[in-house]
């Protein structure tokens, strides 16, 4: 009876130490605001990562102040870098697919989130910005910080009311 007590601990042990156990993120404790799947090693529903607000604002809040197109003048955005977020969820991919909850849909390269400071704001000018003000997710680039970033291309990937990442 001993050795099969020293193979269960051994077996135990071994999966411990194999990191069987680190793709698995904590559960959200509210409502979900965010999905993220596709090529991710880390998870917590069923393959996927879910997170609710107090999930994303635990990683960190980012501040970027720029002009947009969508509003006057210059605003502070309050979000989470996407970067880390995609370093959080092990993301293995090459693009990360955007779906709003009015299922635009825009796909950002994976290597812009490396480049370029770009969050997945929760706030504008100090407030949670609701659905009717793009919220609950928003994803902004830092577009006074380089003059690339004032174009089409990367306005069209700046989607509102995020509610999926995709990363593929």
Do not use: H
Request: aromatic share 10%; proline share 4%; charged share 20%.
């Amino acid at each position: 009876m001993s050795c099969i007590r020293f193979l269960l601990c051994i077996c135990f042990l071994a999966v411990v130490f194999s990191g069987a156990w680190a793709g698995s993120l904590a559960l959200p404790e509210d409502k979900p605001i965010l999905v993220v799947s596709g090529k991710i090693e880390n998870t917590n529903v069923r393959g996927i990562a879910e997170f609710d607000r107090a999930m994303l604002e635990a990683i960190g809040l980012e501040m970027v102040e720029t002009a947009t197109p969508w509003y006057d003048g210059r605003v502070r955005f309050e979000g989470v870098s996407l970067n880390k977020l995609m370093k959080i969820v092990g993301a293995k991919g090459t693009n990360i697919t955007a779906v709003a909850l009015n299922d635009y849909v825009t796909t950002i390269p994976l290597s812009d989130v490396e480049e370029f400071k770009v969050i997945l704001a929760l706030k504008r000018d100090g407030s949670y910005m609701t659905v009717r003000d793009k919220g609950p997710l928003f994803i902004i680039y830092p577009y006074d910080s380089d003059p690339r970033l004032q174009s089409q291309t990367y306005y069209t990937r700046s989607a509102w009311q995020v509610a999926k990442l995709i990363v593929e």
